[in-house]
């Protein structure tokens, strides 16, 4: 199983970005997908996250600027940022709790990170 994050680059305060993660592999079943990330200096944390069923979290930094949604039959989640700032740089990482087909327990699974940079 693997994970492969993208849409990540260089936009200016105010200016927006879609970040996506796809799941492939042999993959039985995903439940909770998230979105984390990283600035340089600082501790990872989660920025939002949907359960399977629908349910949603985000972080009290998000303000309504970010949506997370997810697509299960592309085995997608997806994080809409709009109202970028400057604070928002960091390496965005995706992650989804993925039974892998065959297997009977859980495990946590990674993107590689995609890099965000709001900048003027």
């Known amino acids: 199983v693997q994970l492969q994050a993208s849409g990540g680059g260089l936009v200016q305060p105010g200016g927006s970005l879609r970040l996506s993660c796809t799941a492939s592999?042999?993959?039985?079943?995903?439940?909770?997908m998230a979105w984390y990330r990283q600035a340089p200096g600082k501790q990872q944390e989660l920025v939002g996250r949907?359960?399977?069923?629908?349910?949603?979290d985000y972080a009290d930094f998000v303000e309504d600027r970010f949506t997370i949604s997810r697509d299960n039959a592309k085995l997608t989640v997806l994080l809409q940022m709009n109202s970028l700032k400057p604070e928002d740089t960091a390496a965005y990482h995706c992650?989804?709790?993925?039974?892998?087909?065959?297997?009977?327990?859980?495990?946590?699974?990674w993107g590689q990170g995609t890099q965000v940079t709001v900048s003027s």
């Open positions: 949907i359960a399977s069923g629908g349910t949603i």
């Open positions: 592999g042999r993959i039985g079943s995903i439940g909770d």
């Open positions: 992650k989804m709790m993925i039974r892998p087909r065959g297997r009977i327990a859980w495990s946590e699974y």
